[in-house]
T-cell receptor, first 112, second 116 residues
Framework: GESVGLHLPTLSVQEGDNSIINCAYS??????FIWYKQESGKGPQFIID?????DKRQGQRVTVLLNKTVKHLSLQIAATQPGDSAVYFC???????????FGTGTRLKVLA | DADVTQTPRNRITKTGKRIMLECSQT?????MYWYRQDPGLGLQLIYY???????NKGEISDGYSVSRQAQAKFSLSLESAIPNQTALYFC???????????????FGDGTRLSIL
């Protein structure tokens, strides 16, 4: 089975409810942020990104909020579905650098 | 078909063996990366390549080597495997533009490597 993420924080939500997953990023100079979804046995899948000139960006059922003052990023998933069950993690990057810093992730469990 | 394909998906081998993990992509991206994922840790960068003639070490390159055979192919080798290299390994690609510097990375489904 999947061994990555055995000790991750877990968020359990009822199907149909909204989910909010949080991420504290480390580098105040970072200006690009990404959310990934990783299902068991699969690679990270790009969900949505946001640049530092924005506070909010919306996609299909997902919204990312960026608070640069406190170096905080959140992912909101509307009407959470069983297929949303996965590990979610954020990544940060500073323009002009190759380095992406990845968070350790949060496991989202959707309860039927 | 997957845009980023990694082979093998699983591999069990013994200490001291040489192992090669392969990655191919159909996304047409110039930039390719190799990461390692361990329980409780974020992805760690092993090597990256911005084009065929450009290879760079990442944070944890010791014990690893890479080869960029073509724009679409980037392989990772463990010259003499040791047990603490047991991990999930991911290949990723990203696009590049002088107008949009930062781009998301797109990952393969990984290779689960166990070294006994």
């Amino acid at each position: 089975g999947e061994s990555v993420g055995l000790h991750l924080p877990t968020l359990s939500v009822q199907e149909g409810d909204n989910s909010i997953i949080n991420c504290a990023y480390s580098n105040s100079a970072s200006d690009y942020f990404i959310w990934y979804k990783q299902e068991s046995g699969k690679g990270p899948q790009f969900i949505i990104d946001i640049r530092s000139n924005m506070d909010k960006r919306q996609g299909q059922r997902v919204t990312v909020l960026l608070n640069k003052t406190v170096k905080h990023l959140s992912l909101q998933i509307a009407a959470t579905q069983p297929g949303d069950s996965a590990v979610y993690f954020c990544a940060e990057n500073k323009s002009g650098t190759y380095k992406y810093i990845f968070g350790t992730g949060t496991r989202l469990k959707v309860l039927a | 078909d997957a845009d980023v394909t990694q082979t093998p998906r699983n591999r069990i081998t013994k200490t001291g063996k040489r192992i090669m993990l392969e990655c191919s992509q159909t996304k047409g991206h110039d930039r390719m990366y190799w990461y390692r994922q361990d329980p409780g840790l974020g992805l760690q960068l092993i090597y990256y390549s911005f084009d065929v003639k450009d290879i760079n070490k990442g944070e944890i390159s010791d014990g690893y080597s890479v080869s960029r055979q073509a724009q679409a192919k980037f392989s990772l080798s463990l010259e003499s495997a040791i047990p603490n290299q047991t991990a999930l390994y991911f290949c990723a690609t990203s696009d590049f533009s002088f107008f949009i510097w930062n781009q998301p990375q797109h990952f393969g489904d990984g290779t689960r490597l166990s070294i006994l």
